[in-house]
């Protein structure tokens, strides 16, 4: 079952509802579990639940993002710090968008998660506000880039019906012009033989 909403609007929704979790993973009082372990599960947590959003739109089984996840899960446990699971986390993610969800033509998906992955983590990296709330701001301005996906994706995908629909038209449109050529044949036949 494909879900009704766009993978554009998901994605800025998602990446509001990442935001608020990091940001209560990072100023929630202290507690057992580190900051940066629990901001780490919180990335990884949003990650999965818009993979499988992803999974889900495009048709796929969630089967298929075992392998990427548990990667994810493993560096996740291994990673000391928040950026050293951020980059991994972004080519996590756009192995799961391009390698498993929206296959199409390589070079266009190769551009997109280029433009961006790279443009996503070049403007956290650029605009990371300190305090608190850094990581929560840098996920959500992150997250609006993601969006942008889909629209260098959508141009493929809006022009191929177009023209595809557009050649049957144009098929059938011959066919009719064939058909009518016929029936006047016939009549002209049938006129001949009656006179």
Same mark, same amino acid.
């Given at each position: 079952?494909?879900?009704?909403? @766009?993978?554009? %609007?998901?994605?800025?929704? =998602?990446?509001?509802? $990442? !935001?608020?979790?990091?940001? +209560?993973? /990072? ?33 796929? @089984?969630?089967? %298929?993002?075992?392998?990427? =996840?548990?990667?994810? $899960? !493993?560096?996740?446990?291994? +990673?000391? /710090? ?36 790279? %443009? ?76």
């Amino acid at each position: 079952m494909k879900p009704n909403i @766009s993978p554009l %609007a998901a994605s800025v929704v =998602l990446a509001a509802a $990442a !935001a608020l979790l990091v940001a +209560a993973a /990072t100023i929630l009082p202290p507690r057992p579990i580190s900051r940066t372990i629990a901001t780490n599960a919180a990335i990884f947590l949003c990650l999965a639940a818009y993979s499988a959003f992803l999974a889900r739109s495009s048709g796929r @089984s969630l089967r %298929a993002l075992f392998a990427p =996840l548990f990667m994810l $899960a !493993a560096v996740m446990a291994v +990673a000391g /710090t928040v950026t050293g699971f951020v980059v991994p986390a972004a080519a996590g993610l756009s192995w799961i968008r391009s390698g498993i969800c929206f296959q199409g033509s390589m070079p266009r998906r190769v551009c997109a998660e280029a433009i961006t992955c790279a %443009a996503g983590l070049g403007l956290v990296r650029l605009l990371h506000p300190p305090g608190s709330y850094g990581w929560a701001l840098s996920i959500w301005m992150f997250g609006l880039i993601q969006a942008l996906y889909f629209v260098v994706v959508a141009v493929e995908r809006i022009r191929l019906p177009e023209d595809k629909e557009q050649d049957r038209m144009a098929k059938a449109h011959r066919r009719a012009e064939a058909l009518l050529r016929e029936q006047k044949l016939e009549r002209a036949f049938a006129e001949l033989d009656g006179s």
